[in-house]
Structures are given as C-alpha cells and as structure tokens.
C-alpha cells in the first residue's frame, strides 16, 4: 500500500506538470517575455501572507461551527482539518477524500463522526451559498460576461440565485422535498436509495443545527466569505507583481467566484486542468497575451499545491503512508 501513495503521487506530479506546461505553452509569447522581466518577487510575499490569512479563517470558521454543535477544537487540530482536506481532496477523484480526511482528524480531537459530518456539510454548504450569492454582484459590475444574454433572462437568473437557497430550506423544514425525494428515488436500487437518503438526513440536521443560534451562524458565514476573498486574492496580488494596473480588482475577484463556484462540481481531483482552463476563458479578454496562462499556473501553485504539500505531511505524520487504505474502509463502512 506504501507504493500505492508514491504511484499516485507520482501520477498527480505528472499530471500537474502536464497542464501546467500545456497552459504555459498554448499561451505564451514574445510579450510575455517583457511582463516575466517587470515581475516584483517580493509580492510573491505579499501572496503568501493574504492566503494565510484566508487558511486562518477556514480555521476560525471551523471552530465557530464546532462550538455551535457543541464540541471543543483547538487550532492545533483545526488546521490539521484544514491542510487534509487540501491534500486528499487533490489525491483523490471527484475530490472524495478530502471529507473523510477531515472526519479522520475531528476524530483525533474528539469531536464524535455524527457531528462532524454535519459540521463539514455545512463548511462546504457555507461556502458554496457565499459564492452563489455572489452571483447577481458579479453579473451587475462585470456586464461583458453576460453581454450575450437577453436582460430579462439575466433577471431571471439573480432572482433564482437570491430566491432559491431559501426556498429549499423553506421545503426541507416543511417536509415537502422528503415527499418529493421519495418519488423521485423509486428509480433507483434500494442501496443508491439508502445512500440518498443518508446523504439527506445529515443535510436536514446539519440545516436544524444551524438554526440553533443564529448569531454564530452569521460568524461563521462571514469568516467563510473573508476566508474565500483571502484566497482569492492571491490573483490580483500577482496580476499587480507584472505592472498590470488597468484591470479593476472587483472585476478580477468576481471573476474567481464563478470560476471556484465551478470548481465546486467538478470530477476532477482538486479541479486539476477545469481550473486552469476556466481561469484562461475568464482572464484572457482583460490580460496581455502570454500573461494570462503563468498567473494561472501561479495562482495553483500558491493556493493549492502548497496546501496540498503541508497537507501531505500532515496527515502522513498522523496516519501513515497506508492512508488510503483507511479511507477506502471507512467509505466501504459508510
């Protein structure tokens, strides 16, 4: 099983250098040469320091929830939750692992698995709600990318955006998406049903946990939006480091929400190539030719491989180079 993690280490080293040179190829030219020349490394500090802040309050955020079920954690293990996440997320297809790594270390702290599952429902709900709300923000300051679309469409659009999160709270606390759920999973074998309605009763608790107190909830919310920008950031941070100054920061930071809003649902481990490619679809109207592609491969490296790396040692250290074995049980077991 210790070959098993060197191989698929391995894979994924190839694989991120694969994409990373293919982005940098495809996009490279004689200007970006001139940019590479103007390029300030001290704002590679400055990135550094924003994502830490953003790392920061993914853990302050966790806390918040952990006392709002109840529980105690300290940041010690709190940020070991966080750095897992980074690492088996990226090691694993459909980003699977990175749950279970976190479930593994809120063990560790003692937070029972009940409520831990709840609290990493609602980490990812939190922040997939924080970017979805974003959304008619994005479309009213940044017009050029709904310039295709008809107003009344891009109408009806932000009002399901703004409308919608609640409706469904509305029909889960009322009982009625359970009755429609059953109908719908008729079709399905008795254990993709199981599986289904599992997955729906630790959302519909995690949904009545929040409801307990709604000032902490807040906080958390809050710390997960701030938590996002941070991370985020690092993008315009770079963007600045080339002397690129024309291109307004509220266009670029609402440009990364879509983009991480889709990296939400992608099969990919850790959105690996959908990343890279959404970033060039977003970022090549607004940077110079050639640009576009090294602050793509930047932004990875910083925000997600690094991680990925503290991640890794990590969890080794606390589990051992068998960690995937102990995943692949527990899921069997779930």
């Known amino acids: 099983m ?18 990373s040179a293919g982005v940098i190829y495809f996009t490279f030219d004689r200007r ?13 500090f400055l990135a550094l320091g924003i994502l830490s802040i953003g790392l920061f309050f993914d853990a302050s955020r966790l806390i918040t929830l952990t006392h709002l079920s109840g529980e105690k954690m300290d940041y010690k293990h709190v940020f070991n939750v966080v750095f897992s996440n980074y690492f088996l997320a990226l090691l694993t297809p459909g980003q699977g692992g990175g749950g279970i790594a976190q479930l593994m270390f809120m063990k560790k702290a003692g937070v029972p698995v009940a409520k831990s599952t709840l609290i990493i429902i609602v980490r990812t709900v939190m922040s997939i709600l924080f ?4 959304v008619p923000i994005i479309f009213y300051f940044d017009p050029e990318l709904v310039s295709w679309m008809p107003p009344s469409l891009i109408a009806l659009i932000c009002l399901f955006v703004i409308f919608a999160p609640a409706l469904l709270i509305f029909y889960i606390v009322t009982g ?9 999973c008729r079709r399905f074998s008795p254990k993709m049903q199981e599986s289904i309605f ?24 809050i710390e997960s939006g701030v938590s996002l920008l941070c991370i985020y950031g690092v993008v315009p941070v770079f963007i600045y480091a080339f002397g690129i ?3 307004p920061l509220h266009i670029i930071m609402g440009r990364m929400c879509l983009i991480n809003l889709v990296l939400y649902f992608t099969p990919t481990p850790g959105g690996t190539g959908v990343a890279e490619g959404g970033f060039l679809v977003m970022f090549k109207p607004l940077l ?34 068998d960690i995937l074995t102990q995943i692949r049980r527990r899921n069997i077991d779930a």
């Open 176 to 184: 009625r998406f359970e009755k429609w759920l059953v109908r719908f």
């Open 245 to 247: 100054q024309d291109v």
């Open 2 to 19: 210790k070959k098993q993690i060197f191989r698929m280490l391995l894979v994924l080293f190839f694989v991120v250098i694969c994409v």
């Open 131 to 134: 970017l979805f709300l974003t």
């Open 32 to 44: 970006a040469l001139h940019y590479l020349t103007t390029f300030k490394p001290i704002y590679c």
């Open 288 to 321: 110079p030719m050639g640009v576009s592609g090294v602050i793509a491969v930047m932004w990875r490296f910083f925000c997600e491989y690094i991680p990925f790396t503290i991640g890794a040692v990590v969890t080794i250290r606390y589990f051992g180079l």
């Open 198 to 221: 599992l997955w729906y009763r630790d959302f519909e608790q995690a949904l009545f946990m929040l409801g307990r107190n709604p000032r902490q909830v807040l906080r958390a919310f």
